[in-house]
């Protein structure tokens, strides 16, 4: 006698943020000077990805895209709004709600022509991730990879546009290929207890 039991899979959630136009007339002048003012060029960082980004990774991450996030009063537009909404969506398949959550971190990142980010996930920092699409020029490139065994892994590339905020589980794997044009984003990070 035998059994196979299938996980459930994971899920990639995306939300156009309505009033995406006033934010980034907002929040971009001010990423772009965080960008200016934080940008090593010479770093091992920029050379092996060829993108500007104040990520946990980067060698720069601080405290400043959260403060601009707040400074502006706009994370309960394109974090928790969205978050609230992706947990009471009909199609999600979870055993369980968070009671409370938290942005354990949230960092900007700045691709330009040919610029990547190698596949990672977020294992061990949040519960939940999320990419906010603040300003693209050419298609989202953001690719998300189920884990499994090679003949069974898949892989999604939502079809997104500027002002659409993706989120998704932190341990799920993704990756950014080469970009054709340049995207700037915002990711976070969500700590959340059950």
């Known amino acids: 006698m035998s059994e196979l039991f299938n996980f459930p899979s994971s899920f990639v959630y995306t939300e156009k943020i309505a009033n995406h136009a006033q934010i980034k007339s907002m929040i971009l002048k001010d990423i772009i000077s965080l960008a200016e003012n934080n940008t090593n060029k010479e770093s091992d960082y920029f050379k092996r990805t060829g993108k500007y980004s104040n990520s946990p990774g980067s060698g720069t991450y601080n405290e400043s895209m ?3 996030l707040l400074k ?3 994370e309960n537009s394109i974090i ?13 398949n ?16 700045m691709y330009k022509e040919n610029s990547h980010h190698r596949i990672h996930s977020h294992l061990g920092a949040s519960t939940f991730s999320g990419i906010y699409v603040l300003d693209i020029e050419g298609e989202n490139s953001t690719t998300f990879v189920q884990d499994g065994i090679d003949i069974k892994a898949k892989s999604y590339c939502p079809k997104v546009e500027e002002g659409t905020v993706i989120i998704f589980p932190s341990d799920l794997l993704h990756e950014v290929p080469p970009v054709k044009g340049s995207k700037i984003s915002i990711a976070f990070n969500i700590q959340s207890s059950f």
Do not use: C, F, G
Request: hydrophobic residues 35%; aromatic residues 14%.
């Open 72 to 74: 502006y009063k706009v």
């Open 66 to 68: 959260l403060s601009i």
């Open 80 to 92: 928790w709004e969205p978050l609230d909404r992706m947990l009471k969506h009909e199609k999600l």
């Open 94 to 109: 979870i055993s369980k709600y968070p009671k409370q959550s938290v942005i354990h971190s949230a960092w900007y990142n």
